[in-house]
């Protein structure tokens, strides 16, 4: 009997849904057409256009500042390794060896304590203040999804009382469904009202304390950086006082206006050492390939050095000649190497393409992506979806694109369309905000 009772409240679940939709599609239609009017209110229009705008520069802003905490990071990992490099050209007897290691053991800890109190004081914030911005956009959402059904009951009621036969059941039965929609909408309208300038209102003061956090924070990183920086300038001083009779000196370089010398290097003779490679003072980029100035590179792929290997030898395969090009316009020395180029089935909706054995995966029919939920979603009308953080969500296609509303999505959770495979019972619609894209 419980079996029995669970599948008519599902039966009459789905009829509901059906209808609601059917009613909200009809009433679009005839709004867009001219033949039914649609309650507007531009104040509210205008809380939702602060709302996305303030939405879009908060999204912004994180993303900038975890590009920030990235180069603070890189810069982190940079300075490190030449401390490192430092620490182990410093020879054991030079003195000041171990005040050298201790400045280094600091500016590390000085990099670490920086980049945290950057994602305690900012990024924790930023995302605290964007973490607000999903539910108040699901509520307005369907705030417009209930404005449509209130206008929907009050045009239905209006046409009851205007007809010739009027039938009292009807009229009274239509007025108590408008009556309920009218509060069901002005509930959600008065707390959005309230909610939506609020919001507005404290960006000032957040961007004002995100950015005074930042300021701070870098201030005192680099006047502690500068101590640091200074203790070891008076470290190397000291050794170069020790060392002063080996003094290091770099010679001018010619300027680019200077007459050039020829390109050839000498060789050394027979037997000798290999020539001291050239060291470069004017920090001008190494040409690609490490190839001397003024040579040609020959063009090649853009696969790994790795891949020019010939099994059963090490004779590299010549090149392809480019069009308009000439033998005679690359070194007869040089040679390209062989390329090993693998290819791998792709995936796309589902249908593995390019092997052997595709083959359609058991997903829903109009299967698109899937989606996780990143936050709990209470659904507060028949048609939604509840979701829990964690549960993976089977996106499909509105039957009726009309029905779409923006921010929503229709799909099914994959652990029900797994126990039932049935698209009626299982799919309704779920604010997209509040999931994540995954593979």
Excluded at 276 to 302: D, F, M, Q, W
Excluded at 311 to 339: F, H, N
């Amino acid at each position: 009997m419980a079996e029995m009772g669970s599948k008519g409240v599902t039966a009459g679940k789905i009829a509901s849904n059906v209808q609601k939709k059917l009613t909200r599609a009809q009433e679009k239609v005839l709004q867009k057409l001219g033949k039914a009017d649609e309650t507007k209110d531009e104040q509210f229009e205008q809380c939702v256009q602060n709302f996305n705008k303030q939405l879009t520069e908060g999204t912004r802003l994180q993303k900038d500042l975890r590009t920030y905490l990235a180069s603070v990071k890189a810069m982190h990992e940079a300075s490190k390794k030449l401390n490192e490099c430092l620490q182990e050209v410093y020879e054991p007897d030079w003195p000041g060896r171990d005040e050298a290691n201790k400045i280094a053991e600091n500016n590390d800890l000085l990099w670490m304590d920086y980049h945290q109190k950057l994602v305690d004081q900012a990024l924790l914030t930023m995302d605290t203040y964007l973490g607000q911005f999903p539910d108040i956009k699901s509520r307005i959402a369907k705030r417009g999804r209930k404005l449509v059904d209130y206008d929907s009951a009050r045009h239905h009621y209006e046409s009851l009382q205007t007809a010739k036969k009027k039938d009292e059941a009807k009229i009274a039965k239509a007025e108590e469904e408008l009556i309920k929609a009218q509060k069901v909408f002005e509930e959600m309208n008065v707390d959005l009202q309230e909610e939506l300038p609020s919001l507005w209102n404290s960006r000032v003061g957040f961007y004002v304390n995100t950015f005074q956090s930042i300021a701070g924070l870098e201030e005192n990183f680099h006047k502690e950086m500068g101590k640091l920086n200074q203790n070891l300038n008076d470290v190397l001083v000291s050794l170069e006082k020790q060392h002063g009779s080996n003094t290091f000196t770099v010679k001018a370089q010619p300027s680019d206006n200077a007459p050039a010398k020829g390109n050839k290097s000498p060789s050394p003779p027979d037997g000798s050492p290999a020539a001291t490679p050239e060291i470069r003072v004017n920090h001008e980029p190494e040409p690609a390939g490490g190839a001397p100035p003024g040579a040609t590179l020959p063009k090649s792929p853009s696969q790994p050095a790795e891949a020019s290997e010939v099994a059963g030898g090490t004779q590299p395969a010549a090149g392809a000649q480019e069009p308009g090009e000439t033998a005679a316009s690359e070194p007869a020395s040089s040679s390209l190497p062989a390329v090993v180029v693998e290819t791998f089935p792709a995936t796309v909706n589902g249908t593995v393409e390019g092997g052997s054995g595709a083959g359609r995966l058991d997903l829903p029919p109009g299967f698109m992506f899937k989606v996780q939920a990143q936050h709990d979603y209470t659904a507060t009308d028949t048609d939604e979806l509840q979701l829990k953080a964690g549960d993976v969500v089977l996106v499909i296609p509105f039957q009726n694109p009309e029905e779409q509303d923006e921010g929503w999505l229709m799909g099914v959770k994959e652990s029900d369309w797994n126990q039932h495979k049935e698209l009626e019972k299982c799919r309704g619609v779920f604010p997209e905000n509040f999931t994540e894209r995954v593979p």
